[in-house]
């Protein structure tokens, strides 16, 4: 999340309820039309990975090695149009988690050989969260990224909701991430309760170890 994706509401705010429900990573994403740049965008990153901080939840940065560098961040994520994947590993160390975008099992070959941490997939469904974003893949690539790569795990990204997340665990995915479901929601602690408990539901069924068929 941006502070270009919450509507009228204070980012900070808007964050914070969604950490009271429940979300166990938050990215950065910083980016658009008259999104905040330099020193203003340095403190309102550092006021967010505070925030983070308090409630235990890994901060990362997207896309901006430097500002992940500069603030300390958890890790950082990198799309196909970004820094080299190998040579962001480099800079922010072994230490840091490092996410990458991939749209095919090429992609996904060279971001795990580059020491990534988990890649996402995406977009699954259409979104309107990002002006630069892809024709929507539907859940097929992260089938074939999940059976070559089981070791690897999976973050959905694009359009998603609570009510079409399921295809995404299904598919082998170990995570999703949203922008607008949360951000721009009315009471985003409870969407976030709400989605925390669908997915919950849906690992359970998902599991092998599950009673239910």
């Given amino acids: 999340m941006g502070s270009m994706n919450t509507k009228q509401n204070d980012p900070i705010e808007v964050l914070e309820l969604a950490l009271q429900g429940g979300i166990t990573c938050f990215q950065f994403r910083e980016k658009g039309v008259a999104s905040k740049q330099g020193q203003e965008k340095f403190l309102f990153a550092e006021k967010c990975m505070k925030l983070c901080r308090t409630y235990k939840v890994p901060f990362i940065v997207n896309d901006d090695v430097d500002l992940a560098l500069a603030l300390n961040a958890d890790g950082v994520h990198i799309g196909q149009d970004d820094e080299i994947a190998s040579q962001v590993r480099e800079k922010i160390g072994k230490d840091?988690?490092?996410?990458?975008?991939?749209?095919?099992?090429?992609?996904?070959?060279?971001?795990?050989?580059?020491?990534?941490?988990?890649?996402g997939v995406g977009p699954v469904y259409a979104t309107s969260s990002k002006e630069d974003a892809r024709t929507p893949a539907g859940t097929k690539v992260m089938e074939q990224v999940a059976f070559?790569?089981?070791?690897?795990?999976?973050?959905?990204?694009?359009?998603?909701?609570k009510e079409n997340l399921a295809p995404v665990f299904k598919a082998g995915g170990a995570g999703v991430a949203l922008i607008s479901a949360i951000a721009s929601a009315e009471n985003p602690q409870h969407q976030a309760k709400q989605l925390r408990a669908k997915i919950d539901r849906i690992l359970e069924r998902e599991s092998p170890l599950s009673e239910h068929p």
């Fill in 96 to 119: 840091k988690i490092l996410g990458v975008s991939v749209h095919n099992e090429e992609e996904a070959f060279l971001a795990q050989k580059a020491g990534a941490d988990y890649v």
């Fill in 148 to 161: 070559q790569y089981p070791y690897l795990p999976i973050v959905g990204i694009g359009g998603l909701t």
